[in-house]
Structure formats: C-alpha cells, structure tokens
C-alpha cells in the first residue's frame, strides 16, 4: 500500500516538473501563435485572400521566419502601398515631429527606443539592441508578443513578403544611408 501511494505521488511530481519544462521551452512560440491569431481576427477577408495567392509560402505565414531571402527579392512598389497603414501613426519623413509612434527616418539600424523625445512603453525601453532587418522582421510578424506591453497598437503583417517590402521601402526611402541586404 505505502509503495503505491509511493509511486503515486512520484507520477504526479514528474507530471508537474514536465509541465513547467513545457512552459519553459516553449512559452516563446505560444506566445507568437497568440499574436497571430488576433491578426488574423482582425483582418478575415485579407487574410483569406494572401493565403489563396501566395499558397507556396503559407508555412511562413505568421512565423519569424529568416527575412534575409525575402528581403533579396522586395517589391517597393507593394512596400510604398504597406507603409500607408504604418503613416497612421508614424512620420518617416526626416525632421517631422513624432506621432501616435515616433519618427521613422533612418529606422534600419537604429537602436531600438532611441528616438528623442518620445515616451515608449517600458517593454519596449528593456527590449535593447538595434532595429536590424531581422528585429524589425520579428516585431512587425506580432508586435504585442515579441514586445510585451508595446504601445504599438498595430496586429501585425503575417506575410514575410510583406514585411521585405515595407523594410526594404523605408531603408531605401527614409534614411541616409540605406544599409546593404547581408
Ligand atoms: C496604431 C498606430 C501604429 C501603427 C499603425 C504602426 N505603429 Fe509602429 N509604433 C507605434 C507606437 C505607439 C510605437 C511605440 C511602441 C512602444 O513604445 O512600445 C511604435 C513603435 C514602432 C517601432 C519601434 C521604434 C523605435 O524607435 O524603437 C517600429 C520599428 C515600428 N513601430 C514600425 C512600424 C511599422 C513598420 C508599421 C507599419 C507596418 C507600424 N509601426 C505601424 C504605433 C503604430
């Protein structure tokens, strides 16, 4: 009796401490599942259609994928259109005040909250680092679960050959220097 009220309670601890493995391992990709799905909430009919059309990427859909290819074969002619929905809330032009979000001019390479004069969201003043290609990649696939607390209220563009547009778009529009795809 005491060895099966023994191997009882071993089952149970091993089922809990899996768990919190679980947890720890893959909180991350829950958490950019998460973000995917309100984007999709958002937008039904847009969604539906890019997912008809571009069929061969659909893997990449929502994922943080490695940008780098995409961002070798841009369209700026569909970036020029994506960057409407980020004009919202953000000026790119260089010398223009911030907005809803802070200016954009020279965003590509730029470290990150670094704009003078603008009161981001503590999740986005502990983000650190710099917006390289990929760091902006990886924030605008779900920006509430890549910067928790973010005040970007913005669900996200889950096609990368959306993201390649609107980056290569603003570094080849809005800088001084528009930095080299590796
Ligand atoms: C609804 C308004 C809104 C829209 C639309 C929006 N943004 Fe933002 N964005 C913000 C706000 C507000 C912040 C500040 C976030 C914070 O402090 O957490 C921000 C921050 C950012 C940052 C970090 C800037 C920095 O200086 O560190 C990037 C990069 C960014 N946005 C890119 C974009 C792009 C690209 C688009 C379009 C695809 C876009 N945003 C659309 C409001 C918006």
């Known amino acids: 009796m005491i060895q099966i009220a023994g191997a009882v309670v071993f089952a149970v601890v091993i089922t809990?401490?899996?768990v919190s493995a679980a947890d720890i391992f893959y909180g991350k990709p829950e958490q950019?599942?998460?973000?995917?799905t309100v984007d999709v909430a958002g937008t039904p009919a847009?969604?539906?259609?890019?997912?008809?059309?571009?069929?061969?990427?659909?893997?990449?859909?929502?994922?943080?994928?490695?940008?780098t290819p995409y961002l070798a074969k841009a369209d700026l002619k569909l970036g020029a259109q994506i960057i409407k929905r980020c004009q919202a809330c953000h000026n790119f032009e260089k010398d223009k005040p911030n907005s809803v979000g802070p200016n954009q001019y020279g965003l590509v390479g730029r470290k990150v909250a670094s704009v003078a004069g603008f009161d981001y969201s503590d999740g986005m003043k502990k983000k650190g680092g710099a917006w390289t290609f990929?760091?902006?990649?990886?924030?605008l696939t779900a920006p509430a679960s890549v910067v928790p607390g973010t005040k970007m209220g913005f669900p996200?563009?889950?096609?990368?050959?959306?993201?390649?547009?609107?980056?290569?778009?603003?570094?080849?529009?809005?800088?001084?220097?528009?930095?080299?795809?590796k």
């Open 16 to 18: 809990l401490i899996t």
């Open 32 to 36: 950019t599942g998460r973000g995917y």
């Open 46 to 67: 847009a969604t539906t259609t890019t997912e008809g059309s571009m069929g061969e990427h659909s893997h990449d859909m929502g994922k943080p994928v490695d940008i």
């Open 134 to 139: 990929q760091a902006i990649s990886d924030f």
């Open 156 to 181: 996200g563009l889950t096609r990368p050959e959306d993201r390649a547009a609107v980056i290569m778009y603003i570094n080849q529009t809005f800088s001084d220097k528009p930095l080299p795809v």
